[in-house]
Nanobody, 123 residues
């Protein structure tokens, strides 16, 4: 069973940084792509970034370019989302999800999701 657990969310001031983790269990991340998504209150879930099974990343949200970086550590079976320069509009529940091999922006292509971690950016 493919299980994902996000962690690292919290309350941070504008301009601050957080690193989210997506830890996998029950399978090896090495053969899968992991996407990060977020859902703000009252808004639809949006794709942020994805990293495929060979470590190539794709950004889906222009609003996080130059600020968010996705990476993976197959030895730790974990994918990270480094978030710098956080803004109040980044406030959302952040989810990671898994699909086979290659990244796709459509969330319906992902086969398993974590429970989400709350990120709140506020002074």
């Amino acid at each position: 069973q493919l299980q994902l657990v996000e962690s690292g969310g919290g309350l941070v001031q504008p301009g601050g940084s957080l690193r989210l983790s997506c830890a996998a269990s029950g399978f090896s991340l090495a053969y899968y792509a992991i996407g990060w998504f977020r859902q703000a209150p009252g808004k639809e879930r949006e794709g942020i970034s994805c990293i495929n099974h060979v470590g190539v990343s794709t950004n889906y949200a222009d609003s996080v370019k130059e600020r968010f970086t996705i990476s993976r550590d197959n030895a730790k079976n974990t994918v990270y989302l480094q978030m710098n320069g956080l803004k109040p509009e980044d406030t959302a529940v952040y989810f990671c999800a898994v699909r086979a091999h290659w990244c796709q922006p459509n969330e319906s292509d992902y086969i398993s999701w974590g429970q989400g971690t709350q990120v709140t950016v506020s002074s």
